[in-house]
């Protein structure tokens, strides 16, 4: 049959937005799409990095509006490269412990419970939504920056049409997202490293002037509040700073996506992270105080910064400087932008987990022809555009809600790993510092979590709590619905009278014999139900039966080699399973079997070669049959019978569906 010119035209265009098909069985695929160190850094690392632009942001305006307090600056950039040292020793060894990735809710999952992984799951779907938003919005905020105040009324519509963008980029693939921001990335990390070692080199002869107005300052706010009261100042800038730990976990959820060796590379991959964030984000905050920056209307801080550390420079009557300061914004800007990849790489990832684990719709696990989670990424990028307009982009308040969810997952996956560290006393191989690293990394994110809800629960905190709440709750009743589901059909009963006794066993199939191709799924009462239907509605016609099987690849699946034979193994056990019982009945029996990554794609080619061979087939598919069928179930359970019912009888293969009814609603 010719193909439609139709067709060939939307098979046109979707090779153009999202490139061709990638085959899950090519040995090569997975070398193919990792990442090195490097690419893995800028991917995964830029969320971290990128945090600089907003989370000292955050605190400066916070001592700010209490009246200055320029000397905490020196205390907080020393609090931000030690907290981010931490929290990057204690996820390294989340890294070694739980190689196959999955981070916070693979590691709370394994150490403290379902629950518990299900609560720090469902933190990181909202963190990784926020993600985006934060990343996006700020960077509009750093590029709008340059432009008159009269422009800034376009920053929402320009964030949304970037962010749509990107959402494309990822449906592409994640090394092709990544390697294309590359530059952008090197671009930041040249023009920052020039800002912060050229801006303390140049205020080195002034250093003992700044010794002088910290002790000042100090001393004088000790003399009016306290210690207590200067404590808390200090404590309320760094907790609303704390977005700039975000991203840190970033690594120990991508693993999936790194080069063997993938500890290794995961490893150097958080080094390069750590320490980047320590040195851009501290060395900010010192910069801060060493040019004396003020608040500037329709301005960020770093655009402050960068204006007064290069604005002023000419080379030959040449404003060389407003150049640099142009090319810092807009890398800057272009930064965030890439930083929002972290969400569009890791969200979906964790989705896939929790879908394997029945706690979200199975769908999200299945991976696209070009072997994204295709589904999590549409999902996760239409909430974080939905998001962007509801808030109309105001960083201040996303840093908020951001915060609380990043150190809710941080609190859970240290205090499991803790409570690992604490339970191998007296094996080989303890070792005391990492039970002090998780201890600290513990104490640390718990106390910032506990600041953080405490004294922004007003100005939006809550309602990250009641979002990731509903998350929650929804979760459990997906889970309790699959588990209904699950738990039916291994009760289900074959009717009796439906098993026949024959006295002659069958064997291979026969050529030119009637012929059923019986599309199964896993060997149990559900696959038998069908089997038996076929016998029942059509009683001693067809001599040949056909089992086919598609071993589906999703998130689970595609890790490596093993997985993909382990997932073929398996299947072909059911199907030679299913053989026996049917040649038990009388058939001549056999079995065709694959893994692909679309089940229906997969089983309407195995159904057309069979019936090449086997001109009198009938194809034959079970479907769970409900009284009324609501919305959720279409969203929660497949239509894979149907889909290929439709291909195959449009190309002339008769096909019946056998319902199976499981319980009336």
């Given at each position: 049959m010719p193909v439609s010119p139709r067709l060939t035209e939307t098979h046109r265009l979707r090779t153009l937005l999202f490139g061709p098909s990638k085959d899950p069985n090519d040995p090569t695929v997975l070398h193919k799409m990792s990442l090195v160190a490097f690419l893995a850094w800028v991917g995964l690392g830029s969320d971290g990095l990128s945090s600089s632009a907003y989370g000292p942001d955050e605190s400066f305006r916070v001592l700010y509006a209490q009246g200055g307090h320029g000397y905490l600056l020196v205390l907080l950039a020393l609090a931000t490269a030690v907290t981010v040292t931490i929290i990057s020793l204690a996820y390294a060894r989340v890294i070694a412990q739980f190689p196959t990735g999955g981070g916070g809710y693979v590691v709370a999952t394994k150490l403290l419970g379902q629950h518990a992984g299900l609560v720090a799951g469902s933190a990181l779907l909202v963190d990784y939504v926020l993600t985006i938003t934060v990343s996006v919005a700020s960077g509009c905020d750093a590029l709008f920056s340059m432009l008159p105040l009269a422009w800034h009324g376009l920053k929402?519509?320009?964030?949304?049409?970037?962010?749509?963008?990107?959402?494309?980029?990822?449906?592409?693939?994640?090394?092709?997202?990544?390697?294309?921001?590359?530059?952008?990335?090197?671009?930041?990390?040249?023009?920052?490293?020039?800002?912060?070692?050229?801006?303390?080199?140049?205020?080195?002869?002034?250093?003992?002037?700044?010794?002088?107005?910290?002790?000042?300052?100090?001393?004088?706010?000790?003399?009016?509040?306290?210690?207590?009261?200067?404590?808390?100042?200090?404590?309320?800038?760094?907790?609303?700073?704390?977005?700039?730990?975000?991203?840190?976990?970033?690594?120990?959820?991508?693993?999936?996506?790194?080069?063997?060796?993938?500890?290794?590379?995961?490893?150097?991959?958080?080094?390069?992270?750590?320490?980047?964030?320590?040195?851009?984000?501290?060395?900010?905050?010192?910069?801060?105080?060493?040019?004396?920056?003020?608040?500037?209307?329709?301005?960020?801080?770093?655009?402050?910064?960068?204006?007064?550390?290069?604005?002023?420079?000419?080379?030959?009557?040449?404003?060389?400087?407003?150049?640099?300061?142009?090319?810092?914004?807009?890398?800057?800007?272009?930064?965030?932008?890439?930083?929002?990849?972290?969400?569009?790489?890791?969200?979906?990832?964790?989705?896939?987990?929790?879908?394997?684990?029945?706690?979200?719709?199975?769908?999200?696990?299945?991976?696209?022809?070009?072997?994204?989670?295709?589904?999590?990424?549409?999902?996760?990028?239409?909430?974080?555009?939905?998001?962007?307009?509801?808030?109309?982009?105001?960083?201040?308040?996303?840093?908020?809600?951001?915060?609380?969810?990043?150190?809710?997952?941080?609190?859970?996956?240290?205090?499991?790993?803790?409570?690992?560290?604490?339970?191998?006393?007296?094996?080989?191989?303890?070792?005391?510092?990492?039970?002090?690293?998780?201890?600290?990394?513990?104490?640390?994110?718990?106390?910032?979590?506990?600041?953080?809800?405490?004294?922004?629960?007003?100005?939006?905190?809550?309602?990250?709590?009641?979002?990731?709440?509903?998350?929650?709750?929804?979760?459990?009743?997906?889970?309790?619905?699959?588990?209904?589901i699950d738990r039916r059909a291994k009760n289900l009963e074959i009717p009796e009278g439906w098993v026949a006794s024959h006295r002659t066993a069958g064997g291979m199939p026969v050529q030119g014999a009637t012929s059923a191709i019986l599309m199964v799924g896993r060997y149990g009462p559900l696959g038998l139900h069908s089997l038996l239907s076929v016998q029942r509605f059509f009683p001693d016609y067809f001599k040949n039966i056909f089992f086919v099987s598609v071993g589906v690849v999703d998130s689970g699946a595609f890790k490596g080699p093993e997985e993909l034979d382990n997932l073929s193994a398996g299947i072909r056990k059911d199907l030679e399973t299913y053989v026996a019982f049917a040649r038990r009945q009388g058939w001549n029996a056999d079995f065709r079997m694959t893994t692909h990554v679309d089940a229906v794609e997969a089983l309407t080619r195995m159904c057309l070669d069979l019936a090449k061979v086997h001109p009198q087939a009938h194809v034959f598919a079970g479907k769970l049959l409900w009284k009324r069928e609501s919305w959720y179930q279409r969203i929660l359970h497949n239509n894979t019978a149907f889909q290929v019912e439709r291909r195959l009888q449009w190309k002339g293969l008769p096909v019946t569906i056998l319902p199976v009814r499981l319980f009336e609603t």
């Open positions: 929402v519509p320009v964030a949304v049409a970037a962010l749509s963008a990107l959402t494309l980029l990822n449906l592409r693939g994640v090394k092709e997202s990544v390697t294309a921001l590359v530059p952008i990335f090197l671009t930041f990390v040249a023009t920052h490293v020039i800002l912060i070692v050229g801006g303390i080199l140049i205020h080195v002869p002034e250093l003992k002037d700044v010794a002088t107005e910290i002790h000042r300052g100090l001393g004088s706010d000790v003399s009016k509040v306290g210690l207590t009261g200067v404590f808390l100042l200090f404590l309320n800038a760094y907790s609303r700073g704390s977005g700039t730990y975000t991203g840190i976990e970033a690594v120990s959820n991508g693993l999936q996506i790194m080069r063997e060796p993938r500890v290794h590379t995961a490893q150097r991959t958080m080094l390069y992270m750590g320490t980047s964030l320590a040195f851009t984000a501290g060395g900010i905050l010192l910069c801060y105080l060493l040019f004396s920056v003020r608040p500037v209307e329709g301005q960020t801080m770093n655009s402050v910064l960068i204006n007064a550390f290069a604005g002023h420079w000419s080379l030959f009557g040449l404003p060389v400087g407003k150049g640099f300061v142009i090319l810092s914004l807009v890398s800057e800007g272009a930064l965030l932008l890439v930083a929002a990849q972290t969400g569009f790489i890791d969200g979906p990832r964790v989705m896939a987990n929790m879908a394997i684990d029945s706690w979200l719709p199975r769908r999200f696990a299945s991976l696209s022809d070009r072997l994204t989670t295709k589904d999590g990424i549409v999902l996760i990028g239409g909430a974080a555009v939905l998001l962007l307009v509801l808030s109309h982009g105001d960083v201040g308040f996303l840093v908020v809600m951001y915060a609380i969810n990043v150190f809710v997952t941080f609190s859970l996956t240290t205090a499991g790993m803790l409570r690992r560290a604490v339970g191998q006393y007296g094996e080989a191989g303890y070792r005391v510092s990492d039970v002090l690293i998780q201890l600290a990394a513990f104490t640390l994110c718990l106390a910032i979590l506990s600041v953080t809800v405490f004294e922004k629960l007003s100005e939006g905190a809550w309602m990250t709590l009641v979002v990731t709440a509903a998350v929650i709750a929804t979760c459990f009743a997906v889970r309790l619905h699959y588990r209904a």
